[in-house]
């Protein structure tokens, strides 16, 4: 495992990270596994964004023994409301969140503490001009943080929070489709939502590739979310760019952006971390994106669920990030497999409970029809979700 510098922390991660967020669902067993196989390749940093208590018990007992092999990005202002996710800047939520995040890690202190998910001009004011900062660097005087990051997925916010002198690193969602995307407080501008967006690879966008330069110039580390994509970049039929990656090609493609330090993959099974840490063995041939991208025919990532669970909370329950993932899971394959059904009817609310309302639309960053969405999966007959 090669490791880096994480912007001017001081801290050196491992170039391959662990988002935890895929271990959502998993036991405490399973939890373990995926835990001790990234420890036995190398791996030193994780991202824990997640509120729902099982998963935050499951990796502090994974960890438990050996908590200072681990440099751990938790977040401020993610919190589990009615047994949902709620993204919220409201104190009285955001600090019971955080302690509850320690005490359920098992730790005292969290290396990098996030300032979560900021995407518009509007929310990151509220952030940085208010009591939330405040309290964030309070914790940072005591001790329990020992570094403010910041996690978003527009380069706007991106590029004034890595200006600020106050961020000192960020969490960023980066990959190939990404790049081409024009900036936004909801990812895609309404205009090319309406029309879609067609560009050359060689079009990096201006506003994302002025980040990687000032985060590089300012020694703003960067550690990158949603590096494959939610998976869509691993096959030609899902891929917005519509052509086929390999996860090391994703990898690759990440590690060689300015200030980038470590990609943070989603891991279901120990097998799938062996799949990531096959990057610092691969050949150059291995890890070469650039002839694949300029075949690519196309780009039009509107509309893709990523899966990352930002559109809760749903006022009738449902967990729309799974069943969208459900769905992706059943429709790539001719028939319905059994095992998609079973795990759809195991929820416990599906889109059969969808009222319509709307809500989460406004919350998703990457402009996915919710609603038309839940309609196509009642259209699979999946099955009853209760």
Known sequence: MHYRDLGKTGLKVSEIGLGAEWLERHTTEEVQAVVSCCEEQGINILDCWMPEPNVRSNLGKAIAGRRNRWIIQGHFGSTWQKGQYVRTRAMDKVKPAFEDLLTRLGTDYIDLGMMHYVDSVEDYETVMNGPFLAYVQEQKNKGVIRHIGMSTHNAAIAKRAALSGVVEMLLFSINPAFDLLPPSEDILDRQMKAEGYAGDFAGLHPERAELYRIC?????????????????LFQAETSP???????????HYALTRPAVASVLVGYDTPEHVLEAVAYETATDEEKNYADILARAPRHAFHGQCTYCGHCAPCPAGIDIAMVNKLHD??????????????HYQALGAGAEDCTDCGSCEPRCPFGVPVRERMEEVRKL?????H
Do not use: F
């Open 241 to 251: 760019l519509g052509v086929a990656l390999t996860p090391v090609q994703c990898l």
């Open 381 to 385: 007959h999946l099955g009853t979700a």
């Open 216 to 232: 590089e110039q300012q020694g703003i580390g960067i550690t990158v979310m949603k590096g494959y994509a939610g998976g869509r």
């Open 329 to 342: 899971l059943a429709t790539m394959q001719e028939s319905v497999p059994a095992s998609i059904a079973a």
